[in-house]
């Protein structure tokens, strides 16, 4: 059993916000007996990098084991359930540094009911620190721990819509060196940008299909509340969808562009290259001809052998260049 007056493991922080009233954060070294949610509710937001996180979820009151699961597994895709009033699952998020956001993709495990919310990741997760930002600054705003959710999620969404305006601005850079005049390879531009726009537009679509589905499940343990939550988390996470969609048809239209300048340019090589060897094919064979150490060769004797075979050498260019010029060829 886990000590209810020992510190909860893995803590990152911990909120008992009472709707209406200012928040109250907890201290690092608080204990279960100390994070009960009591008046208002409890946000606890913990590091599964701490083994332990698991056994004290098990002691926490209201968890069932299919949220305990969701809180502490370690799978990377989305996923949205309901069981027993509680909704519980994983989001996909962008990784935080200590003083930048990046572009890897994170993943934010939860698990709520109308007395407490608890979240748990790995990595620092990019949309958790902006909304505890939001709690410090007004937690009245906040009723409920769906609320929470809400503005979680929402926040994913700003923060996606950021990413997508970079990658719009780098489609755009690499898109003038593309269509420009001087022959650029911007291959290795654009595919991470394109392997990056793919991975988004998956997890995207799971999380809204699986947000859909919790939405239209005709289950018990479904509040109104929440159906309509999920209903509007859908059409926000739908719109961005389609930008992002959008910047992966344009993504895949530039690389085909490039597929196709590349070959382009490789056939033109080839065309040159083709035109040389027709050429020099008829002296190479002359040269070739006056080098055999044979007898009786003609222009042998005499002074002006060399000179002979400079004419012929010259003749047979300037004959394949006719015969290429008459063929439509050259």
């Not at 946000?43 to 698991?54: E, I, K």
């Not at 755009?172 to 060196?177: K, L």
């Not at 050429?279 to 052998?305: D, K, R, W």
């Amino acid at each position: 059993m886990f000590p209810l007056s020992s510190t909860i493991p893995g803590l990152v922080w911990a909120y008992r916000i009472r709707p209406g009233e200012r928040s109250e954060r907890l201290p690092a070294e608080c204990s279960l007996a100390e994070a009960e949610p009591g008046d208002g509710f409890i946000w606890l937001h913990l590091n599964l990098a701490d083994g332990r996180v698991g056994a004290f979820l098990e002691q926490f009151d209201g968890l069932t084991p299919p949220a305990i699961a969701a809180l502490t597994t370690h799978d990377t895709h989305a996923a949205l359930s309901v069981d027993e009033g509680l909704l519980f699952g994983t989001l996909i998020d962008f990784q935080r540094e200590f003083d930048s956001t990046t572009r890897d993709i994170g993943w934010l495990h939860f698990a709520l009911s109308e007395r407490f919310i608890i979240t748990t990741r790995l990595q620092p997760i990019r949309s958790v620190d902006k909304v505890r930002a939001a709690v410090d600054k007004n937690a009245t705003r906040y009723g409920s721990p769906l609320q929470v959710f809400e503005l979680l999620v929402a926040e994913f969404q700003r923060g996606l819509i950021a990413v997508v305006l970079e990658l719009t601005e780098e489609l755009n850079q690499i898109e003038d060196q593309v269509y420009g005049s001087e022959l650029r390879d911007e291959r290795r531009r654009l595919t991470p940008v394109r392997r990056l726009i793919v991975r988004l537009h998956r997890h995207l679509r799971t999380m809204l299909l699986v947000m859909r589905r919790a939405a239209a499940a005709d289950d018990e343990d479904l509040s109104e509340d929440m159906e309509d939550s999920l209903a509007r988390l859908a059409a926000r996470l739908e719109a961005v969808d389609q930008d992002v969609y959008a910047l992966a048809d344009r993504a895949r239209l530039l690389h085909e562009e490039l597929d196709s300048k590349q070959s382009a340019e490789t056939n033109r090589h080839l065309y040159i290259l083709s035109l040389m060897t027709a050429l020099l094919l008829p002296p190479s064979l002359v040269t070739g001809f006056f080098g055999m150490n044979t007898t009786a060769l003609p222009f042998a004797e005499g002074l002006h052998g060399t000179a002979y075979a400079f004419g012929f050498i010259l003749i047979s260019v300037i004959l394949s260049w006719w015969i290429l010029r008459r063929t439509g060829i050259l």
